[in-house]
């Protein structure tokens, strides 16, 4: 089975159906409400702007993870 690629309009929800051991990786960077309803329907884009976040690199982190595991 092909790895999933995660996108940045990806709401946080749809992330963490893929695979909930990606909540360390949100919360290591700083994103500490991922529980919260509103983020469920965030894209990563919007989660990482209002964080003050590099969304990029959460991509990579994330993205290497579902690669890797």
Same mark, same amino acid.
């Given at each position: 089975?092909?790895?999933?690629?995660?996108?940045?309009?990806?709401?946080?929800? /749809?992330?963490?159906?893929?695979?909930?051991?990606?909540? #360390?990786?949100?919360? &290591? !960077?700083?994103? +500490? $409400?991922?529980? $919260? #309803?509103?983020? &469920?329907? /965030?894209?990563?884009? /919007?989660?990482?702007?209002? +964080?003050?976040?590099? $969304?990029?690199?959460?991509?990579?982190?994330?993205? /290497?993870?579902? !690669?890797?595991?």
């Amino acid at each position: 089975m092909a790895a999933v690629t995660v996108t940045k309009d990806m709401t946080i929800g /749809e992330i963490l159906n893929i695979d909930i051991a990606i909540a #360390p990786i949100l919360m &290591q !960077a700083g994103m +500490h $409400c991922i529980g $919260c #309803p509103s983020s &469920q329907g /965030e894209s990563l884009e /919007e989660a990482a702007m209002v +964080h003050g976040m590099d $969304c990029d690199g959460l991509l990579v982190a994330i993205n /290497e993870y579902l !690669a890797n595991k």
